[in-house]
């Protein structure tokens, strides 16, 4: 079964062999499916269910010549693998013994994925999978990838981000500034960041919409009405009033502001403030998805664009306790009444 799945603004082909239940994996995953005459493909997966035999006699003990070996940790287990990088052929092969085993091609932008029926957490992985591939393919072509949330003003052009760790409330913050604001919501996992002479461009990939549990009592006690299922510990809703057109790739906003957040129970109150450098620096690259997949060239370019964001972009650091989330979207708000930039 051959079908086209679009993830975080991007078009992929995908072959699915043998096992079509692997298709439902992808339900839960951010983007939907296109239809086969529609749309460029940009790179396909293969997906091959075979034995661990097959890996060990096919790869481990005969393919395997690779010009450096990385460790890997296969998630969320967290248990040992290898990353095997060709760079003269452009091919990176990660392998893992009696689970799995993904070949990265990168010049025919190709990855061929073998898995076993003893690989249980193979959902997660397809996961990571997408995100570095897409990665490698994104930063090829001047796009950064960063792990944000984007509500965006299209009469102003004007894009507001929220970054910070996993749990830092982007999504939640960014969802319920839009019901007090003219912006609506783009995407809430990446936001692709472009530049264009002295402007940085935000390039939405119209994403579901996941919210803290905290985020969705306030919606129902705010009388709205929405879909939601929960997922893991987090709620993903489909809330269509608040978010922009559909995804259109040659529609793009100026970045003008970055709001780092960071939960702090120890506080009492919000702490706004002006981010030091290191700050801005320290946030903006632990999000940007540097894995062991990166390769140097692409680290060179990231550094240059994260030193460029963080001498002409605005920064606010917005530090709060977790019981007064329902509030942090009042000091975006009062910031843009008048322009976010001013």
Known sequence: MTVK????????????????????HFNNFVGCIIPNDTEK??????????????????????????????????????????????????????????????EYIYAQQKVNFYY???????????????????????VENELFPLHSSCISDRNRNDAILFVG????????????????????????????????????????????????????????????????????????CNLRNRTSDEYNNNLKFDINTLFLLERDDSLSDIVVSAPNIIKRGELLFQNMHISVWTTKTQKRKIIHFVNDMISKLKFIHIMYPTNMINKVSDFVFERSIDGISN
């Open 5 to 24: 799945y679009e993830i975080y603004g991007y078009n992929l082909q995908l072959n699915f062999i043998n096992d079509f239940e692997l298709f439902n």
């Open 41 to 102: 493909v940009i790179g396909s997966f293969t997906f091959v269910k075979t034995t661990p035999t097959y890996i060990d006699n096919n790869y481990k003990n005969n393919k395997i010549d690779c010009n450096k070996v990385q460790e890997a940790y296969v998630q969320p287990t967290g248990e040992r693998s290898e990353v095997f990088i060709d760079e003269d052929n452009k091919t990176t092969i990660h392998y893992y013994k009696n689970y799995y085993l993904v």
């Open 116 to 138: 076993t029926e003893n690989f249980y957490y193979i959902s997660s992985l397809l996961m990571e999978f997408f995100k570095y591939y897409i990665f490698y393919i994104s």
């Open 165 to 236: 760790n996993s749990g830092a409330g982007k999504s939640s913050n960014a969802l319920l500034t839009t019901f007090k604001t003219e912006y609506s919501f783009n995407n809430d996992e990446i936001t692709y960041i472009s530049k264009v002479d002295n402007n940085f461009l935000a390039n939405p990939t119209n994403d579901k919409i996941k919210i803290c549990e905290e985020m969705l009592q306030s919606l129902i006690n705010l009388d709205i009405e929405f879909e939601y299922v929960k997922l893991d510990d987090e709620y993903v």
